[in-house]
């Protein structure tokens, strides 16, 4: 799909991200909503030696 932004247009790039049904049901507005999650959370980077505002972070 081609996008517009002030005049430049791109492609839109979208990856598929594999979900599971989890069993959670709602409602909003009338309509029907089943909750899904994902089934592969990445990992967030150890960052180790950080400091924010003077403030080691570990």
Do not use: C
């Not at 492609?11 to 089943?34: H, V």
């Not at 994902?38 to 950080?50: L, T, Y």
């Amino acid at each position: 799909m081609e996008l517009h932004y002030r005049g430049a247009a791109y492609e839109a790039s979208a990856d598929a991200i594999e979900t599971t049904d989890n069993g959670l049901t709602g409602q909003y507005r009338g309509a029907a909503l089943r909750f899904r999650r994902p089934k592969w959370i990445a990992e967030q980077p150890h960052r180790s030696g950080m400091k924010y505002r003077g403030v080691a972070i570990h």
